[in-house]
């Protein structure tokens, strides 16, 4: 639609000023902060939603079935107000651009958001906030996505930690001295603003086309956590919370997920806290993105041989269980977490190809895909990263099936070939390879 005629449509006449609420890696209204936030203003509130067609342009799987979850989630949103005569702005177009036509149809007093910490959204709300400040109004983002952020888990000295136990502790100390209360909107509903329903987009609108894969659930029993720390290393079993597609993009609350933990697993709640580290250490150091956290490491001659790299993509390595792990990220989106360490550590050992190459192979085919987490982990596995394992340590991926898959569940259920000639043979030997990654990293590292 063209910049005057997509709220025009409405047949709404605009009079009067309004906040915005602006949805991004929030899409709930339950204990939403920023939203709470807006709603709990003197005006009345237009939630929007922007499909930020620099990212979504930039995508070449046009079926990608993270825009399909966003999809179906603005899509519920919507619906819901739409049944109390509210309704959600659904725009396709650079942010910037967006606000530029909300802020010819709207008097807009303020805008609320929840932060993001990825480079490219600190740059986006930053020139946002400028265009707003120009037209008097105020750009207003709080803490949702983390428990803490930016400074303040830190060091005595002041400085941001890079290594996990100890900023895990400091971390749970600090927790146990703050208060975490649910923000509730419910009975705030009514300061939404009345407003007829507006046009919304079809994903074909703008180049896409809705997925198969099934979502994983936001609802996680309480059982899964209470047994996660006896599980969640068995690929075989429904072991994880697969609550990472949830967290990414909000359709879970952080603060609830994270209560849960602290009441039932110790353990789980590390994993939490391991998701706000690597968004702590974004945040302070964002070179990682496309360097190595330890800039020595910068100096690996990694072999990067596209051939066996391709191999590595589709699963027909000859190591089973890391065969499956790929071969389960391709079809479902979704890769076991001990699986995924094992994969990443024999791209990176056992072939000597960048951590880059996987890392974005990963971004491009995981539900769950969160820069922070993705990055800290690739680099944890290739050695290169903060608190990363140590170069020396190459994981042995018949010993990794042996003691997590030892009735070969798990590769049975991925390589139904698996034992027959139509498997292929190893495409290195572990013995060589592990000593051919010591060496190239003693190289570089001495």
């Not at 036509?101 to 990825?118: G, L, M």
């Not at 720390?229 to 609830?256: C, M, N, Q, W, Y």
């Not at 100096?299 to 051939?307: F, L, T, V």
């Not at 699986?339 to 996987?358: C, E, N, P, Y």
Request: glycine share 4%.
């Amino acid at each position: 639609m063209s910049d005057v005629d997509f709220l025009k449509v409405t047949g709404n006449s605009m009079k009067g000023k309004v906040n915005i609420f602006w949805f991004r890696r929030d899409l709930r209204f339950d204990d939403n902060i920023a939203l709470y936030h807006a709603l709990s203003s003197e005006l009345p509130v237009l939630p929007l939603f922007i499909f930020d067609s620099g990212i979504l342009d930039k995508l070449t799987n046009r079926g990608d079935a993270r825009v399909s979850f966003i999809y179906n989630e603005i899509e519920k949103l919507k619906k819901t107000l739409e049944k109390d005569g509210r309704s959600l702005c659904v725009l396709y177009a650079k942010p910037l651009d967006a606000f530029l036509r909300i802020t010819k149809e709207f008097d807009v007093e303020a805008v609320f958001a929840n932060k993001d910490y990825e480079p490219y959204a600190i740059q986006r709300d930053t020139e946002v906030a400028e265009f707003l400040k120009t037209k008097n109004i105020q750009f207003r983002a709080f803490k949702d996505h983390v428990i803490f952020e930016e400074n303040e888990v830190l060091k005595d000295n002041c400085e941001p930690y890079t290594v996990f136990t100890p900023y895990s502790r400091k971390w749970k100390k600090q927790l146990a001295q703050t208060e975490i209360a649910p923000f509730s909107s419910e009975k705030l509903w009514g300061n939404f603003l009345k407003i007829k329903p507006f046009p919304f987009l079809h994903l074909e609108d703008f180049g896409f086309v809705h997925s198969s894969l099934n979502f994983p659930s936001s609802e996680v029993s309480d059982v899964i956590i209470r047994e996660y720390a006896t599980k969640r290393d068995l690929p075989a079993v429904e072991g994880t919370s697969k609550l990472g597609l949830h967290l990414r993009f909000g359709t879970v609350s952080i603060r609830k997920v994270t209560l849960k933990a602290r009441s039932l697993s110790d353990v789980f709640l590390n994993e939490l806290i391991w998701r706000n580290f690597f968004i702590d250490i974004l945040w302070h150091f964002p070179y990682v993105v496309n360097t190595s956290f330890k800039p020595k490491y910068n100096r690996i001659e990694w072999r990067n041989n596209a051939m066996e790299f391709e191999k590595w993509c589709r699963g027909n390595t000859g190591y089973p269980m890391v065969d499956a792990g790929m071969r389960e990220l391709n079809e479902t989106g979704f890769m076991h977490n001990r699986v995924r360490m094992l994969t990443a550590s024999f791209l990176t050992k056992h072939l000597l190809i960048d951590w880059r190459w996987g890392e974005a192979y990963f971004a491009e085919k995981l539900l769950d895909y969160e820069l922070a987490s993705n990055n800290g982990n690739w680099q944890w596995a290739a050695g290169s990263g903060c608190d990363a394992a140590p170069y020396f340590r190459v994981f042995n991926p018949e010993i990794q099936q042996k003691k997590f898959d030892p009735k070969g569940e798990y590769i049975f259920k991925w390589i139904p070939e698996h034992g027959t000639l139509n498997y292929p043979a190893p495409l290195v030997e572990h013995k060589f390879a592990r000593e051919r990654a010591l060496a190239a990293y003693k190289k570089a590292l001495d």
